[in-house]
């Protein structure tokens, strides 16, 4: 009876832990995958504590990537960015809606946006985990999904460093171009134009929030609070700061910039307009937050 009560009361202390382990029959050898409880913004969810094989459905593959996390599977827009190309020359294509081929990858960890679909269905492949997209600014972001790969000391690490290169480069940037100038982010699409506030990738966190550059009042005013802001190219002149960054679609339409109303705003007369190809330029996870610093040195300190 007492090996009894003692094998109860261990029963109930491994139960109550955090760290699980899951025990699966092998051709008769036992294989052991270790779990935790991550607190996502959705509630407790277990996961591996160090994942294998992780499908990301949106947004966040730089991050992973920046971690040396194996991934199996990712979203369209990670496989259309030129910066990708090699590390994920191997890694399949998904979305929220393949999921017999998300079956075939057996993923043991799902990552993606809180507006995903079939979340109930991703949730039987593997445990899923979503962020809702600006709930947390973007460098807390990758420190989050480091906590969730168990990765967090070097997600912290990353942050400090990228923190302090920012920082050095946008000083560096200020005493170049003034304290005073403004400077505009622009994205093409078909026929229409987007400008950008400071939370919306295309390098805005970087310019606006890390290296406190100047944004113009017409910009402040219409697309800081939405993040974004649509306009047609004949106003462009209202929104061109003293400087702008094309995230640049080529293969939309890109006529406006031979109109006379293009080539009078001063940012283009001075060639302080700096192309970027906009399919390496969307996100703001923390490789292409390395590409675009290294872009915005490049363009501002190198030139003239």
């Known amino acids: 009876m007492k090996k009894i ?12 832990c955090t760290n699980q382990t899951e025990e699966t ?44 996390i194996n991934l199996v599977g990712v979203d369209s827009w990670s496989k259309m960015n030129p910066n ?18 998300l079956l075939e990858l057996e993923p043991d960890l799902i990552i993606g946006l ?4 079939n979340a109930d269905k991703l ?16 460098l807390t972001q990758h420190i989050e999904i480091g906590k969730l790969v168990n990765k967090e000391e070097e997600a912290r690490k990353w942050v400090e460093d990228f923190k302090a ?3 050095r480069i946008g000083e560096d940037i200020k005493a170049k171009i003034g304290k005073d100038a403004t400077v505009t982010v622009i994205e093409n699409f078909e026929k229409q134009l987007y400008v950008f506030g400071d939370n919306w990738g295309r390098g805005t966190e970087i310019l606006y929030q890390q290296m406190g550059l100047k944004m113009p009042e017409k910009v402040k005013e219409m697309a800081l609070t939405d993040g974004y802001y649509a306009i047609s190219p004949e106003v462009l002149p209202e929104y061109a700061g003293d400087y702008m ?11 406006f910039q031979e109109t006379e109303t293009y080539k009078n705003i001063p940012a283009v007369k001075k060639d302080h307009v700096y192309e970027v190809d906009a399919q390496t330029f969307y996100f703001n996870d923390a490789t292409t937050l390395d590409y675009q610093l290294d872009f915005f040195e490049k363009s501002f300190l190198e030139n003239e």
């Open 5 to 16: 009560f003692m094998l109860l009361a261990m029963l109930v202390f491994i139960a109550g």
């Open 25 to 68: 029959e092998n051709t008769g050898d036992k294989e052991t995958t270790e779990t935790v409880t991550y607190e996502s913004e959705n509630g407790p969810v277990e996961v591996p504590a160090n994942p294998k094989r992780v499908a990301v459905l949106s947004t966040f593959a730089g991050n992973l990537m920046e971690l040396d």
């Open 84 to 101: 990708f190309d090699e590390e994920l020359a191997d890694v399949e294509e998904v979305s929220d809606e393949s999921l017999e081929k």
């Open 114 to 117: 809180s507006n995903i679909n």
């Open 123 to 138: 949730k039987e492949i593997a445990p899923t985990v979503t962020f809702t997209y600006n709930k947390v600014d973007y």
């Open 165 to 167: 290169r920012a920082n």
């Open 245 to 255: 960054i094309f995230s640049k679609n080529t293969e939309t339409d890109t006529s």
